[in-house]
T-cell receptor, first 115, second 112 residues
Framework: NAGVTQTPKFRVLKTGQSMTLLCAQD?????MYWYRQDPGMGLRLIHY???????AKGEVPDGYNVSRLKKQNFLLGLESAAPSQTSVYFC??????????????FGEGSRLTVL | GEDVEQSLFLSVREGDSSVINCTYT??????LYWYKQEPGAGLQLLTY?????DMKQDQRLTVLLNKKDKHLSLRIADTQTGDSAIYFC????????????FGAGTRLAVHP
């Protein structure tokens, strides 16, 4: 059982380049999330999805786009990367009902550096 | 995580108890969580407490919740080197998607 898998794990981009981070989960979870983690700031929610074909903005959505074409996949796109988007990105998923209310299952993270 | 605050660093001796504190602002939060992040890994749920509880104990872990002061703490008894990690406090906000708001994390260092 792989859980939540993120690819790639590391990437270096030049300013203005585009890229896509892929998150895949095999737990049949309805909800999926993209967070970014920056030193001293904890995790901030970028976008989230409550089901296949639906997405919504989180706290810091600017500069990012997402898609949830399949239930198991949640893609995070950067159309024109900026140095301010240098961060560690975490994908998470959650079942829509659980006796362990609200438990998020996280991927191992993707470290992105924008030069 | 501007609505959830934690101290950034805690150092303890192996075998002592560790207490990590957290304050939150949303009185409507239904659940409060502690997540643990080990180096190079994602976050894993450590424990959680429902907002109508004052205390929850799970082996070496004790969670205390003071709703009046919006204060949450995590006590780790007999702290071991394997407990060295970053600990995140998080609160759930009401809403169908159960959005979690995370603190900045407390880095726990355990020394001999």
């Amino acid at each position: 059982n792989a859980g939540v898998t993120q690819t790639p794990k590391f990437r270096v981009l030049k300013t203005g380049q585009s890229m896509t981070l892929l998150c895949a989960q095999d737990m049949n979870h309805e909800y999926m999330y993209w967070y970014r983690q920056d030193p001293g700031m904890g995790l901030r929610l970028i976008h989230y999805s409550v089901g296949e074909g639906t997405t919504a903005k989180g706290e810091v959505p600017d500069g990012y786009n997402v898609s949830r074409l399949k239930k198991q996949n949640f893609l995070l796109g950067l159309e024109s990367a900026a140095p301010s988007q240098t961060s560690v990105y975490f994908c998470a998923s959650r079942i829509n009902f659980s006796n362990r209310a609200g438990e998020l299952f996280f991927g191992e993270g993707s470290r992105l550096t924008v030069l | 995580g501007e609505d959830v605050e934690q101290s950034l660093f805690l150092s303890v001796r192996e075998g002592d108890s560790s207490v990590i504190n957290c304050t939150y602002t949303d009185s409507s939060s239904t659940y409060l969580y502690w997540y643990k992040q080990e180096p190079g890994a994602g976050l894993q749920l450590l424990t959680y407490i429902f907002s109508n509880m004052d205390m929850k104990q799970d082996q070496r872990l004790t969670v205390l919740l003071n709703k009046k002061d919006k204060h949450l703490s995590l006590r780790i008894a007999d702290t071991q080197t394997g407990d060295s990690a970053i600990y995140f406090c998080a609160e759930s906000r009401s809403g169908g998607y159960n959005k979690l708001i995370f603190g900045a994390g407390t880095r726990l260092a355990v020394h001999p």
